[in-house]
């Protein structure tokens, strides 16, 4: 997934048997089994359009899933268009309930990230704004889909290099957040940290790092990227605990933070006149 996005949680359908076949898709796809989830999904689609028709909220439901599946993959073309084709048939549902109304929130905010991804942020912008008016009027102010537009929004917004305006949606977003699972308030803080890193105000960021490691601890989630960014944040300060943090993250680091957390590593050793051990960790990022 690209940075501060979540997999939405879609509705289920009242129909067993599609209901029955949209968790299998969501079950292949929790396993990361995507290729697996595609075909399924797209088998899904026609079974469910040959029953029904299009005009059915199970087959809308299966055309998102099978975006973010493609999204997922990478095909940005082609999931713009599955949600392009969800969001013009949920307009024309008789239906208009909460259901359709997360699920239309969840289009357009789709559909906005999108464009935002692909380059075109001033044709994403309007799309993600339209999704969190929809969010907060229909759903409420506090509902999980105003704190994911927000998101997007901040992410947006960081794209365009208005970090002020990405830090605020970041803050409004947290403090809509009341009662949200606490990894999700985590992604919040871990963003705002990086935010913030990247602001140039470590200090600022320091606070929303910890924050977040709490709560991924709480969830029993993995703390080692967010332990790196930590460790980012409180080298001028404190490079005896950057050290520590490094140390604690490294074995359950990805290829890339590894090395990032190697080189940083390296430097916080030669600060130290370690000259021996800052080259063994320099070596150990170049070979990584």
Known sequence: MHEGMETPILSCSSDGWTTALLD??????????????????????????????????????????????????GDLSEAQALLQQATGL???????????????????????????????PEEGLP??????????????PTDAEVRCCLNALAFASRRMGRLGLAASQLREALRCATGAPPAQVALLHRNLACLELERGRPERGEPHARA????????????????????????????AEAERLLREALPALEEAERQEACRLMADLLAQQEDLAQAGANRWRAEAA
Do not use: K, Y
Not at 221 to 237: D, K
């Open 24 to 73: 299998d898709v969501r079950s292949l796809m929790d396993a990361t089994q995507l290729w697996e989830a595609e075909l399924l999904c797209r088998q899904a689609i026609v079974e469910i359009e040959g029953c029904f028709g299009e005009q059915t909220l199970a087959g809308i439901e299966a055309r998102m899933l099978l975006a973010e599946l493609r999204f997922q993959d």
């Open 90 to 120: 949920l307009t024309r549902l008789p239906d208009q309930g909460p259901v359709v109304c997360r699920l239309r929130v969840q289009a357009l905010g789709r559909q906005g990230l999108i464009c935002v991804l692909a380059g075109n």
């Open 127 to 140: 799309l993600l704004r339209q999704a969190l008016l929809r969010a907060r009027r229909q759903l409420g």
């Open 212 to 239: 977040a490691i709490v709560l991924l601890q709480h969830s029993e989630s993995a703390t080692a990227s967010v332990q790196l960014l930590l460790a980012r944040l409180v080298r001028r300060r404190d490079a």
